[in-house]
Every structure is written in C-alpha cells, then in structure tokens.
C-alpha cells in the first residue's frame, strides 16, 4: 500500500526567508507527486506535480520541488517566503494522475513578519 | 462554474439525521472523487466514480455511507444515521480523464468542500 509522510507537523520562518517542506513516500513504483495548499476554510490548491522527465519541478506562486527517487522524497522549497504563503501544505502520491490520492497529514506553514 | 461546486459549504445536523452532501463537477469532467478530512489531518480517499460508474467504494467507513453519480455530472454523497464521528469536511475532486493512457496526466481539481458537524 501507498503512504506519505510529512516529518513537521508546524514549521514557523520568517518572511524572506527560504522554505523547505519534506516528504517521504513508500510506493512500489514510480508514482505521480503532487504538492497542494489549502487555506483555512478553502479546498486544495494544486502547486505542481511529477510525473516523470525532469526530477526538478516548477509549480505556482514560486514553489519548486525535487524528486529524488533513492531517498523516496519529493520536497517543496521556496526560496523567498511571502506572508501569504501561510496556509497548510499537503504532500501527495498516486498510481497515475487521475487515480485516488494518498495523502501525508500536512504541515502547517506560519510567516512571522 | 469554472470550478468544483459544492454545496452547502456548512452543514450542522443533530445525531442520528440523514444527511446530504452535493458536488457539482467541472463540466465535462469524466472522474469525480469524494475525500473525507477530519480536522487536523489530510484528506482520506472515499469513493470514485468515473462517469456515472462507481468503480471503488473502497474507502466508506461504513454502510452508512452512500454515492452517487446517476447522469455522470453531479454527485451526492449521503449519509445516514449520522454519528458525531462523521463530523469533518468533505471534499469533491474532479479531474478531466479516466486516467488511462492519453488522459493518465490530468491532475484532480477540488472545490471548497462542506463542514458537516454533528451534534
């Protein structure tokens, strides 16, 4: 069975400042990744995926996030952290795109001014 | 709409009432998903559709748990009997293909979900 962890639970940084949030799958193949942000009170928003081809990938509102396939990893940076990017973040894996999510339990990001 | 429609966004039912949960697809949109998210944790897989066929209801946690999806546009999940355990947000995802071959890369869009609360 598929499975996501997300180590931090909370993750507090100061505006300007860089972000990385981890995430660790267990998959027997090489699934879909995908990274989304939910806002209090809203659905998920979709950042970026991977499927295959280049293991850095770009996504919206600046985030990147890496695949690394020996560590089972798949990470979401940013380097310059706006305000408005506090909200919780969610790690997920699938068989292929339009297949069921499995989802990590999130992080919460907080900006401090 | 642009997007995932769902209504209502708030649902406060007392335990033991039937409640009923809408999702209104992207248009066109063949997959329609339905997730349950308690407070505090990320979303968990409940059911899938793929037009109007429910191809797996793996994830109901119990017979209490209904869906459907009769046209292949809109979906209601249903419950009955409902116990202070259902109390969570429930979310609809939708995405374009089957999520074989040529579709395989579309991505699921979700809506606003609902908060049902039972008291």
């Known amino acids: 069975a598929q499975s996501v962890t997300q180590p931090d639970i909370h993750i507090t940084v100061s505006e300007g400042a860089s972000l990385e949030l981890r995430c660790n799958y267990s998959y027997g193949a090489t699934p879909y990744l995908f990274w989304y942000v939910q806002s209090p009170g809203q659905g998920l928003q979709l950042l970026l995926k991977?499927?295959?081809?280049?293991?850095l990938v770009q996504g919206i509102k600046g985030f990147e996030a890496e695949f690394k396939r020996s560590q089972s990893s798949f990470n979401l940076r940013k380097p310059s952290v706006h305000w408005s990017d506090a909200a919780e973040y969610f790690c997920a894996v699938a068989p292929w795109a339009g297949n069921m999510l499995t989802f990590g339990g999130g992080t919460r990001l907080m900006v401090k001014p | 709409g642009a997007g995932v429609s769902q209504s209502p966004r708030y649902k406060v039912a007392k335990r033991g009432q039937d409640v009923a949960l809408r999702c209104d697809p992207i248009s066109g949109h063949v997959s329609l998903f339905w997730y349950q998210q308690a407070l505090g944790q990320g979303p968990e897989f409940l059911t899938y559709?793929?037009?109007?066929?429910?191809?797996?209801k793996s994830g109901l946690p119990s017979d209490r748990f209904f869906a459907e999806r009769p046209e292949g546009s809109v979906s209601t999940l249903k419950i009955q009997r409902t116990q202070q355990e259902d109390s969570a947000v429930y979310l609809c995802?939708?995405?374009?293909?089957?999520?074989?071959?040529?579709?395989?890369?579309?991505?699921?869009?979700f809506g606003d979900g609902t908060r049902l609360s039972i008291l």
């Open positions: 559709f793929q037009n109007e066929a429910q191809l797996d």
């Open positions: 991977y499927f295959s081809g280049d293991t």
């Open positions: 995802a939708s995405s374009l293909g089957s999520g074989q071959g040529a579709d395989s890369n579309q991505p699921q869009h």
